[in-house]
Each structure stands twice: as C-alpha cells, then as structure tokens.
C-alpha cells in the first residue's frame, strides 16, 4: 500500500525489528527489493517459524495490528478458535479433567498463522507467496544455527521426547542429545510441506491473489489438514500424566479463515491513540494499566524507574489482571469492556491503589457486570503456587521437562518508507508443544489450556470461540499517520514488560533504545494463563538494575521481591516514523544477544 505523496527520505527503504537477526535480515531484504511493510511481516514471520522453533511453530497463531498512513488502524487475527469436537462434557465429564493440559493433543486449536500471513500478503503486499516463502523454505533446507535458548529448550524435554514423543526426537535429538548452541539445525520435512504447498498454489493458476488464495486452500482444505486430521486420532502423552487422543479435524481447519477486525483504543494526553486487540485476549490490559496510572505519579531518575513508580505500576497490573481473569473472553459481555474504561469506574479502581502490596485477587463490577470466576480462582486453589513449578526460568521462555511453557512467543515490527507499520506477534506450534507430525515438519499448538472447563465464563471452553490468548502487539498513532509499533514475548508478562517500555519511553523521556533497555519488572499476583494456572498473591520479580534501595522499598511496602538478575525480563523490539520528515527509528532487546533491528 504505497503512498508516493507522503514524506520519504532518499534511498531509505524501511526498518525491521525482531527476536531474532535472520528474520530481520530477511525482511529488510524484502524491503531493499522494493516491497513494502507487509511483505517484509510474512518474510520475516516465516523466517521466524523457523529459527525460533520453540517460541512458535506453522500449527501456531498470529495476532497483527497494522496501518497505512491516513487510513484506520485494522488488527489482523489469525488465532484459530477451539475444534468442534472440544467440549467441556467431553474434557470434564468424560476424561475426568479440571485443568485443560498445557502439551499434546487436547488443547490444540486451529492452525492460524499460515491463513493470517497468507491473508495479509494478499490484501497489503505486492510480493507472491514464493518471493516471501524463500527466506524460510532455505533456513529450514539448508540449516540455521541454534541459538543457546533453543538448545536449553530441547535438552529440557530431551527425555520426553526420546520416551513419549519418537518423532520429536527424530527430528530434535542429534544421537539422543540435544543440538549444541551454535551448531546447525535443518528441518528438511517443514521445507518440502512449504515447497509443495507452493506448487499447488502454482498449479491453481491466475494472478498473484488467486494463487495466496490457492495455498489458503491447499493448506485448509488439502493435504495439509489431512495429514493433521490423521495425526490427532492417535492418543499421545500430556501434562495430565495421561495419553489422550486430539479433538482438532481436518473439518474444523476447513471452516477457518483468519479475519480483520476493529482494535479497542485509548486516547493519550499527548493527542495519540494506542491501539490494542479487543477483550477476547489480555490486549486491554495495557490501556487499563494506563488509565489508572494517568492521575498517579511515574517518575525515572537516570533512566530508571523510582520504587513508588514501579509500586503503582505493579498494583495497577493487580487491578488490571484480576478483571481480566473475571471479564476477558471471547464470550464476555461485549458491553463490558467500555465500561472498564469508564472515568468512573477508573476512579474507583484506582482508589484501591494504597501504600502497600494488595494481597488479595480483587476483580471489579464494571457497568454493574458481576466478576465471573472459574471456582479454582474463587477458591485459590492456585494460590501460592508459581506459575512456573519447574524453576526453568524466572523470565521468558520458561520450558517444563513435560513440555509446558509459560509464554514463548516471537515479536516483530515493520516500517516501510511510506509509512505502512505492523506489529506481529506470533505464537504457538512450539516444539515442545505436541509430538511432531512427520510428514509436515511441524506440530500443532496448545493454546487452549488457557480455557476454563466451566460453562457460562467470559473464557469458557467453547467450540467456534477463541481462547484468551496472551499475545498483544501495539501500535500508535497520531492523527491518521502510524508512529509507533512494539511488543514483546512473554506470556502473561506481555503487557507488564509494555508498560515498562512504555513508561520509560514517554515518562522517562527515554528514546526506543534505551526505554527497552531500561530495568523492568512484572508481577504474578493473578493466576496464569498457563497450566497449571498459579499465582503468587504478593510476588514481584524485577531486574537487579533498579537497585537494591528500590527493592527494599518495594519489600518494606509489602512486595516478595526476587531478583531476576540484571538482564532478564523482556524482549521487546519497536521501529517508529516521524511522519513530518519521515525519518525512521528502530530498537531490539539486547537480552539474549538475539533480537535485531536493520534498516537503511
């Protein structure tokens, strides 16, 4: 979607950033070929699959927001929704679960990432299917090299693998050990599924759409979804300790397709509007976050967040959270979330913020909505229990030897010179997730596990309807011009690691860079979105960099303050434009020595 009229500076071609520097490679690539922003997102999105295999995977999801310059911003979801054949009879009556398992078969959704990439490229992009595939299909053929995490992630489920899941090994273990850091990584299969996917594509004929189009088709329709429909009759072991046969069919892939939708807006003082995904994910969060720190004070010093800005931000978070376990869904009242924004109601929470750490999980009644609890939350069941039992990791990705994660995830962002942006923040498919599917390279995703196995819930195990997912890329505007595009992995940290950058970044008066670079911090006081669903009513984990005068400030106000070290928690990347000059920004996580932003 190119505007020639808008302000371009010479031989500037755009800026990408992501968690990782091959696919930020592969979408400037894109960009210097002369393709735009949305071309750039699929590229660098494919690439991503690929490198950062157990952050997301082909079976996962995508959530995107976007804009071209004068136009409205529009949220991309290709979050696929709950089978058919999932129900809270057959997981609860039938199989005897409270919990939805958080690995193999049973919480696996519908596929949508391919369909969402696919969709994007057709409709803003200029580039065919193979121009952007090619990045992708030569990684996965030709090999890429392993990162530390990545490594650390297949030794963790090594011994699963080799014992439950045969084709994970076989793909995963190199003679019955995980690929060193560093070393080469190919997966062969995932490049012939993307090689033949384009054939029949080629073969369906017609323009440049028709074959995007006839690749949606070959995926959803065709062999694809046969070879998933196959796979997810066989019973594979899960979290529940028990084996249990999918639900997903071929059938339910067939009826889906990735949609446009409306982003819910918050106006900011400075005459800008920060869009988000509506309430069927955390997406709002955020903005409530933001409405309740508006009249509270936020103060840095140095670059760094004072103990009563990271206290108030930390209980605004509490506030948040708790209405979005007791609100958010895809099945929530669809009047409710206005309400949550409303000045009064606002005021109200906000009064709740005191001198010291809330201990308690306490929901509102926005519009007079009645909070609606699963009975584990209202009877804190998992309360005092870490969202992470295993101790992997304090910040993100956290992995259990039993294939549950808390949150990996990929982001990405994309600017091009004309001013089109996209926030991206893939997911799902991880490969400790489920068992591979041989003969497609890949495996299916488990994002259902953040559904409840209780009817008439905002986020009910409902066949047709979306788990609340977790995942909340941003963008900003002002006017009718796209300025600001970030994000982050991280699970139910998400928004928390946002409002970080953010607070930084407008408050601290910080540029990109140093606004991702400055100490953050996030707290677990509301149960996960992540089997098994914990929480720790007091906890706050924060990097060392904040100081140890900050953490025994946030102690004596009654945090449980663990020290994450002092680069941990994050990984955001972010590219903004001036639209007065065109000039272009970009900035990535230096935690990890993995995220990149390029642009020239």
């Not at 249990?244 to 400075?270: C, F, I, N, W």
């Not at 870490?386 to 808390?406: A, F, I, Q, R, Y």
Request: charged fraction near 20%; proline fraction near 8%; include cysteine.
């Amino acid at each position: 979607m190119a505007s020639p009229t808008r302000p371009e500076l010479a031989g500037t071609h755009g800026m990408v950033a992501s968690t990782h520097w091959l696919a930020s490679a592969a979408g400037m690539a894109v960009l210097e070929d002369d393709g735009n922003a949305f071309d750039a997102a699929v590229a660098a999105g494919f690439v991503l699959q690929v490198v950062e295999p157990h952050l997301n995977g082909p079976g996962g999801e995508l959530p995107a927001l976007f804009a071209t310059p004068g136009g409205p911003v529009r949220a991309l979801c290709g979050q696929g929704p709950v089978p058919a054949g999932a129900t809270v009879e057959h997981f609860r009556d039938e199989l005897g679960l409270e919990l939805i398992p958080g690995s193999g078969l049973l919480p696996a959704t519908v596929p949508g990432a391919w369909d969402g990439w696919l969709l994007l490229l057709r409709d803003y992009g200029t580039k065919s299917l193979d121009e952007v595939l090619r990045f992708a299909i030569g990684y996965a053929r030709d090999g890429f090299p392993v990162v530390p995490r990545l490594a650390e992630t297949i030794a963790t489920v090594r011994e699963m693998f080799r014992v439950r899941w045969p084709s994970s090994a076989r793909l995963w273990l190199r003679d019955g050990a995980a690929p060193a850091a560093g070393t080469l990584l190919r997966n062969p299969v995932l490049a012939r599924t993307w090689q033949r996917l384009l054939r029949e594509s080629d073969a369906a004929g017609g323009d440049r759409c028709d074959r995007i189009d006839a690749a949606r088709r070959a995926w959803a329709q065709g062999f694809v979804a046969e070879a998933v429909d196959r796979f997810a009759r066989g019973p594979v072991a899960d979290s529940s300790g028990r084996s249990h046969a999918g639900v997903l069919t071929g059938q339910d892939m067939a009826e889906y397709s990735a949609t446009y939708e409306k982003p819910v807006t918050l106006r900011t003082s400075d005459d800008g509007r920060l869009a988000k995904f509506g309430a069927w994910c955390q997406g709002p969060v955020l903005l409530q976050q933001l409405r309740l720190l508006e009249q509270l004070p936020v103060e840095y010093r140095d670059g760094v967040a004072t103990a009563e800005t990271v206290h108030h931000a930390v209980e605004a978070a509490k506030l948040a959270f708790a209405d979005r376990e007791a609100h958010y869904g895809d099945s929530a009242d669809p009047g409710v979330l206005p309400e949550l924004f409303g000045a009064g109601y606002t005021a109200a929470r906000r009064e709740l913020i005191g001198e010291h750490a809330a201990e308690t999980l306490r929901p509102g009644s926005p519009g007079g909505h009645a909070p609606r609890l699963p009975e584990y939350v209202s009877e804190a069941r998992g309360a005092g229990l870490p969202p992470d039992p295993s101790g992997v990791g304090l910040g993100e990705p956290t992995v259990s030897p039993n294939g549950d994660s808390k949150g990996d995830t990929v982001h990405l962002d994309v600017v091009d010179r004309w001013g089109n942006m996209v926030s991206a923040t893939p997911s799902g498919g991880w490969l400790q997730s489920s068992p591979v599917i041989e003969e497609l390279g890949f495996c299916l995703g488990t994002r259902a596990q953040m559904c409840w196995l209780r009817e008439g819930l905002p986020n009910s195990l409902v066949p047709g309807r979306r788990p609340r997912s977790t995942l909340s890329p941003s963008l900003f505007t002002r006017g009718d011009e796209p300025v600001l595009a970030f994000g982050t992995p991280g699970g139910d940290q998400q928004d928390q690691w946002q409002l970080c950058f953010w607070l930084a970044h407008v408050h601290g008066g910080l540029d990109l860079q140093a606004a991702i670079d400055a100490p953050a911090w996030h707290t677990t006081a509301f149960p996960a979105s992540f089997y098994p669903r914990g929480w720790q009513p007091r906890r706050v984990l924060a990097e060392s960099r904040l100081g140890e005068a900050t953490f025994e400030r946030l102690r004596q106000r009654g945090h449980e303050v663990t020290d994450a070290g002092p680069w941990a928690l994050g990984r955001l990347s972010a590219v903004g434009r001036d639209p007065e000059t065109g000039m272009l920004r970009g900035a990535a996580n230096a935690r990890g020595a993995q995220g990149y932003a390029v642009g020239r």
